[in-house]
Protein backbone atom coordinates (compact mmCIF):
# COMPACT_ATOMS: atom_id res chain seq x y z
CA UNK A 1 0.00 0.00 0.00
CA UNK A 2 1.69 3.75 -0.86
CA UNK A 3 1.67 6.23 1.98
CA UNK A 4 2.93 9.56 2.42
CA UNK A 5 4.72 11.18 5.14
CA UNK A 6 4.95 15.41 6.01
CA UNK A 7 7.56 16.23 7.84
CA UNK A 8 5.92 19.21 10.02
CA UNK A 9 2.90 19.98 10.10
CA UNK A 10 3.75 23.65 10.40
CA UNK A 11 6.28 25.40 8.79
CA UNK A 12 7.03 29.40 8.95
CA UNK A 13 9.38 31.27 6.68
CA UNK A 14 9.79 34.65 6.38
CA UNK A 15 8.77 36.71 3.57
CA UNK A 16 10.99 36.28 0.28
CA UNK A 17 13.20 33.17 2.02
CA UNK A 18 13.59 29.47 0.87
CA UNK A 19 10.40 27.57 1.11
CA UNK A 20 11.01 23.62 1.78
CA UNK A 21 8.47 21.49 2.58
CA UNK A 22 9.24 17.43 3.31
CA UNK A 23 8.04 14.74 1.73
CA UNK A 24 8.49 10.91 1.91
CA UNK A 25 6.68 8.32 0.14
CA UNK A 26 6.49 4.58 0.48
CA UNK A 27 5.46 2.45 -2.32
CA UNK A 28 5.62 -0.97 -4.37
CA UNK A 29 5.44 0.04 -7.51
CA UNK A 30 6.83 3.30 -9.37
CA UNK A 31 4.66 5.84 -8.17
CA UNK A 32 2.62 8.77 -9.43
CA UNK A 33 3.45 11.55 -6.97
CA UNK A 34 1.53 15.12 -6.57
CA UNK A 35 1.50 17.95 -4.26
CA UNK A 36 -1.63 20.56 -3.79
CA UNK A 37 -2.25 23.52 -2.00
CA UNK A 38 -5.59 24.73 -0.11
CA UNK A 39 -6.25 27.83 0.79
CA UNK A 40 -9.11 28.74 3.57
CA UNK A 41 -12.20 27.45 2.63
CA UNK A 42 -11.59 26.50 -0.66
CA UNK A 43 -10.94 22.59 -2.29
CA UNK A 44 -7.38 21.39 -3.33
CA UNK A 45 -5.50 22.78 -5.97
CA UNK A 46 -2.72 21.14 -8.20
CA UNK A 47 0.44 22.81 -7.88
CA UNK A 48 2.46 19.86 -9.75
CA UNK A 49 2.51 16.37 -10.38
CA UNK A 50 5.59 13.64 -11.01
CA UNK A 51 4.78 10.71 -13.20
CA UNK A 52 7.80 9.41 -14.45
CA UNK A 53 9.40 11.47 -16.64
CA UNK A 54 11.92 14.31 -15.63
CA UNK A 55 12.78 14.26 -12.11
CA UNK A 56 12.43 17.58 -11.24
CA UNK A 57 8.96 18.54 -11.84
CA UNK A 58 7.94 22.34 -11.78
CA UNK A 59 5.09 23.59 -10.80
CA UNK A 60 2.57 26.83 -10.42
CA UNK A 61 3.10 30.02 -8.26
CA UNK A 62 7.19 29.17 -8.72
CA UNK A 63 6.92 26.08 -6.78
CA UNK A 64 9.18 22.51 -7.89
CA UNK A 65 9.66 19.48 -6.49
CA UNK A 66 12.53 16.82 -7.17
CA UNK A 67 11.88 13.03 -7.33
CA UNK A 68 14.70 11.17 -5.63
CA UNK A 69 13.94 7.72 -5.61
CA UNK A 70 16.96 6.56 -3.21
CA UNK A 71 15.33 8.78 -0.74
CA UNK A 72 12.36 8.34 -1.58
CA UNK A 73 11.49 11.57 -1.18
CA UNK A 74 9.47 14.43 -3.44
CA UNK A 75 10.29 17.89 -1.33
CA UNK A 76 8.40 20.79 -2.39
CA UNK A 77 10.71 24.34 -2.92
CA UNK A 78 10.21 27.64 -3.47
CA UNK A 79 13.34 30.05 -3.59
CA UNK A 80 11.36 33.11 -2.66
CA UNK A 81 8.26 32.62 -0.31
CA UNK A 82 5.72 35.51 -0.96
CA UNK A 83 2.76 36.35 1.52
CA UNK A 84 0.25 34.46 -1.01
CA UNK A 85 1.68 31.75 0.01
CA UNK A 86 0.31 31.11 3.12
CA UNK A 87 -2.35 27.82 2.57
CA UNK A 88 -1.97 24.04 3.46
CA UNK A 89 0.26 21.78 1.02
CA UNK A 90 -0.37 18.12 0.79
CA UNK A 91 1.82 15.59 -0.50
CA UNK A 92 -0.06 12.94 -2.36
CA UNK A 93 0.78 9.51 -4.02
CA UNK A 94 -1.21 7.13 -6.41
CA UNK A 95 0.56 3.83 -7.80
CA UNK A 96 -1.47 5.33 -11.29
CA UNK A 97 -3.00 2.71 -13.80
CA UNK A 98 -6.00 2.25 -15.54
CA UNK A 99 -9.16 1.96 -12.64
CA UNK A 100 -6.89 3.64 -10.19
CA UNK A 101 -8.28 7.29 -8.93
CA UNK A 102 -7.07 6.86 -5.34
CA UNK A 103 -4.90 9.12 -4.20
CA UNK A 104 -3.51 8.59 -0.28
CA UNK A 105 -2.67 12.08 1.13
CA UNK A 106 -0.25 13.01 3.29
CA UNK A 107 -1.20 14.74 6.70
CA UNK A 108 -0.54 18.19 5.37
CA UNK A 109 1.79 21.35 6.30
CA UNK A 110 0.20 24.47 7.01
CA UNK A 111 2.65 27.04 5.79
CA UNK A 112 2.96 30.65 7.55
CA UNK A 113 4.46 33.51 5.96
CA UNK A 114 5.93 36.20 8.46
CA UNK A 115 6.36 39.92 6.67
CA UNK B 1 -15.15 26.06 -18.71
CA UNK B 2 -17.08 25.67 -15.52
CA UNK B 3 -15.32 23.87 -12.14
CA UNK B 4 -16.50 21.58 -9.76
CA UNK B 5 -19.42 22.40 -8.27
CA UNK B 6 -20.82 21.36 -5.17
CA UNK B 7 -23.53 21.42 -3.24
CA UNK B 8 -24.84 22.51 -0.58
CA UNK B 9 -21.87 24.10 0.71
CA UNK B 10 -22.77 24.19 4.32
CA UNK B 11 -25.30 22.08 6.07
CA UNK B 12 -26.30 21.29 9.94
CA UNK B 13 -27.87 18.02 10.65
CA UNK B 14 -28.51 16.45 13.79
CA UNK B 15 -27.66 12.85 15.12
CA UNK B 16 -29.41 10.08 13.22
CA UNK B 17 -30.48 12.39 10.77
CA UNK B 18 -29.40 11.52 6.53
CA UNK B 19 -27.97 13.57 4.37
CA UNK B 20 -27.05 13.65 0.33
CA UNK B 21 -24.60 16.13 -1.24
CA UNK B 22 -24.28 16.45 -4.80
CA UNK B 23 -21.14 16.56 -7.06
CA UNK B 24 -21.75 18.37 -10.89
CA UNK B 25 -17.97 17.32 -12.44
CA UNK B 26 -16.27 19.14 -15.27
CA UNK B 27 -17.83 19.08 -18.31
CA UNK B 28 -16.52 16.25 -20.23
CA UNK B 29 -15.32 14.14 -17.30
CA UNK B 30 -16.34 11.16 -16.48
CA UNK B 31 -14.93 10.17 -12.95
CA UNK B 32 -15.86 11.34 -9.99
CA UNK B 33 -13.90 10.76 -6.88
CA UNK B 34 -14.90 11.54 -3.20
CA UNK B 35 -12.68 12.51 -0.15
CA UNK B 36 -13.60 13.47 3.61
CA UNK B 37 -11.59 15.84 4.96
CA UNK B 38 -11.58 16.05 8.87
CA UNK B 39 -8.56 17.76 11.14
CA UNK B 40 -8.15 14.62 12.83
CA UNK B 41 -7.90 12.20 9.93
CA UNK B 42 -6.97 14.26 7.69
CA UNK B 43 -7.83 13.48 3.92
CA UNK B 44 -9.67 10.38 3.34
CA UNK B 45 -10.55 8.51 0.08
CA UNK B 46 -14.55 7.37 0.27
CA UNK B 47 -15.06 6.50 -3.30
CA UNK B 48 -14.46 6.35 -6.82
CA UNK B 49 -17.09 6.70 -10.00
CA UNK B 50 -16.77 5.93 -13.60
CA UNK B 51 -19.25 5.42 -16.25
CA UNK B 52 -22.36 4.78 -13.36
CA UNK B 53 -19.99 2.30 -11.12
CA UNK B 54 -18.43 2.14 -8.42
CA UNK B 55 -14.64 1.26 -9.33
CA UNK B 56 -12.51 1.83 -6.05
CA UNK B 57 -13.88 1.98 -2.24
CA UNK B 58 -12.04 3.09 1.01
CA UNK B 59 -12.68 1.94 4.24
CA UNK B 60 -15.65 3.46 5.54
CA UNK B 61 -18.76 2.04 6.74
CA UNK B 62 -21.96 0.99 4.61
CA UNK B 63 -23.60 4.19 5.58
CA UNK B 64 -21.61 6.06 3.57
CA UNK B 65 -22.81 5.09 -0.05
CA UNK B 66 -23.25 7.16 -3.33
CA UNK B 67 -24.08 6.85 -7.11
CA UNK B 68 -23.31 8.31 -10.01
CA UNK B 69 -25.72 9.08 -13.40
CA UNK B 70 -25.49 9.19 -16.54
CA UNK B 71 -24.33 12.56 -16.94
CA UNK B 72 -21.09 11.91 -15.05
CA UNK B 73 -23.17 14.11 -11.96
CA UNK B 74 -22.24 11.87 -8.33
CA UNK B 75 -23.89 12.45 -5.16
CA UNK B 76 -22.82 10.98 -1.83
CA UNK B 77 -25.25 10.15 0.73
CA UNK B 78 -24.69 9.28 4.47
CA UNK B 79 -27.49 7.89 6.88
CA UNK B 80 -27.70 7.56 10.27
CA UNK B 81 -25.21 10.73 10.70
CA UNK B 82 -23.12 10.75 14.06
CA UNK B 83 -21.16 13.41 15.62
CA UNK B 84 -17.59 11.96 13.95
CA UNK B 85 -19.05 12.27 10.39
CA UNK B 86 -18.68 16.08 11.03
CA UNK B 87 -16.43 17.13 7.95
CA UNK B 88 -15.38 19.22 4.93
CA UNK B 89 -16.61 16.57 2.24
CA UNK B 90 -14.43 17.04 -1.57
CA UNK B 91 -15.20 15.95 -4.93
CA UNK B 92 -13.08 16.10 -7.54
CA UNK B 93 -13.53 15.05 -10.95
CA UNK B 94 -11.21 13.61 -14.09
CA UNK B 95 -11.55 13.32 -17.35
CA UNK B 96 -9.99 9.38 -17.31
CA UNK B 97 -9.48 6.47 -15.41
CA UNK B 98 -5.81 5.87 -14.68
CA UNK B 99 -4.59 9.08 -12.12
CA UNK B 100 -1.41 9.81 -14.54
CA UNK B 101 -3.17 12.77 -14.77
CA UNK B 102 -4.86 15.46 -12.29
CA UNK B 103 -7.93 15.61 -9.77
CA UNK B 104 -9.64 18.90 -10.44
CA UNK B 105 -11.41 19.39 -7.07
CA UNK B 106 -14.92 21.07 -5.56
CA UNK B 107 -14.88 23.74 -2.87
CA UNK B 108 -16.25 21.11 -0.79
CA UNK B 109 -19.59 20.74 1.43
CA UNK B 110 -18.79 21.96 4.92
CA UNK B 111 -21.41 19.35 7.25
CA UNK B 112 -21.77 19.85 10.67
CA UNK B 113 -23.43 16.97 12.80
CA UNK B 114 -25.26 18.27 16.48
Known amino acids: ?115 | KAGVTQTPRYLIKTRGQQVTLSCSPISGHRSVSWYQQTPGQGLQFLFEYFSETQRNKGNFPGRFSGRQFSNSRSEMNVSTLELGDSALYLCASSFRQGNTGELFFGEGSRLTVL
Open chain 1, 1 to 115: AQSVTQLGSHVSVSEGALVLLRCNYSSSVPPYLFWYVQYPNQGLQLLLKYTSAATLVKGINGFEAEFKKSETSFHLTKPSAHMSDAAEYFCAVSDGGFGNEKLTFGTGTRLTIIP
